[in-house]
């Protein structure tokens, strides 16, 4: 409402209208597709990296017998 008002400055706050505008043309030149596809990858590999580590982790402080000496003296 603000950028058809025109409240706000089209460069820093296009209306919607010129947002779908600007990524059906990426889209149908081919860049947003594989650029959402990159960034997907990046994504599962960061959230595949972050899962391994932290169940690795809870398992070892699961097992862990000082771990369960300590807790057992709070």
Known sequence: ?????????PRFLPSLEE???RGMAEFSR??????LLASLVRDLIGFVCGS??????????????LIERLRGSW
């Open 30 to 35: 081919g860049g947003l597709g594989s650029n």
């Open 52 to 65: 391994v580590a932290g169940i690795a982790l809870g398992l070892a402080i699961g097992f862990s017998l």
């Open 1 to 9: 409402m603000l950028a058809h008002a025109g409240a706000a400055d």
């Open 19 to 21: 947002v779908v505008a």
